[in-house]
């Protein structure tokens, strides 16, 4: 199966217990999972406090209705493929978001791919060919949300809808602390290093995938041994990070992996190295110290302990990471 030209190494990682996965609309309709039910429509990027808000909407207009309640959202995110130079970083990858689709109880995911020849598709058009093959009762979506490619408002596929028989429910803005909780604002939050309030918005602390890729080695040298890890998600502004870690299988939920607490540096490790290439690298609390080249982790930032900077000596940058280990262990500890 390939979601959005993304063709996963091993079919598993899209799998999930409770929750039925389809590539397209018409893959969805013909197995009639949703017939009678209700879907939430959105890009769910993140999943954050807001989307949770519609999905909860849709669980609940389904179990009135005795059916399955589903999301449908799009691969790519339309703005990577309408306008790719504007498209800003996803703060989940899919996978990622299915997973987390999946935990919060949906039944149905529908993955549609999103291309220039989908996105020429009108509102009139996508009620009639699309959402009623689905056969829904229900379709919920945000305040904001446009369809088709003369980007029709609420009221307008309201009426739409209507024509088939289908309701609309529009969820009002979301808003938290006197925030309006957004993929935008979530983004903003991290672009400042500020997690904790990415964490808020996101009802958990942002997290990122990866592999540990071979590094320098500094670490370990300076009796902090680190993993680099490759990653394509969305890290933070540049500093140090207190940290909570899967190693091993952590990717798209695997199995089997482990947790650690740890502290990570996010930055160009300008005391050490003049490339100013930017990498993360962790040192992970109570580990065996086992090779993990190669392995996966997923990696949660719980705060931020401060910038990064440069220091006059490598006895000083030694003190430092010292510090911020021992901060960052006694501030997990204290945390859930």
Known sequence: MSLGGLTPPRRRAYQFEAMRLFSSIGEAASSGALRGGAVAIGNFDGVHLGHRELLARAMA????????????????????????????????????????????????????????????????????????????????????????????????????????????????????????????KIREFLLEGNVEGAALLLLRPHDLDGLVRRGAGRGRGFGFATANLATTGLLPALGVYAVRALVGGAVAGGAGAAAHAGVCNVGVKPTVDASGHVSAEVHLFDFDGRDLYGEAVRLAFVARLREERRFPSVEALRAQIAADAERARALLDAGP
């Open 61 to 184: 207009l389904a179990q009135g209705r005795g059916a399955a309640a589903g999301v449908l959202t799009f691969e790519p995110h339309p703005v990577q493929v309408l306008r790719p130079q504007l498209a800003p970083p996803l703060l989940t990858s899919l996978p990622r978001k299915l997973e987390l689709l999946a935990a919060a109880g949906l039944e149905v995911a529908v993955v549609q791919p999103f291309d220039l020849g989908y996105a020429a598709t009108t509102a009139a058009r996508f009620v009639e060919r699309d959402l009623r093959a689905l056969g829904v009762g229900d379709v919920v979506v945000g305040w904001d949300f446009t369809a088709g490619h003369e980007r029709a408002r609420v009221e307008a596929l309201r009426s739409l809808l209507a024509d088939h028989g289908l309701a609309l429910r529009v969820v009002e803005p979301v808003t938290e602390g006197g925030l309006t909780v957004s993929s935008t």
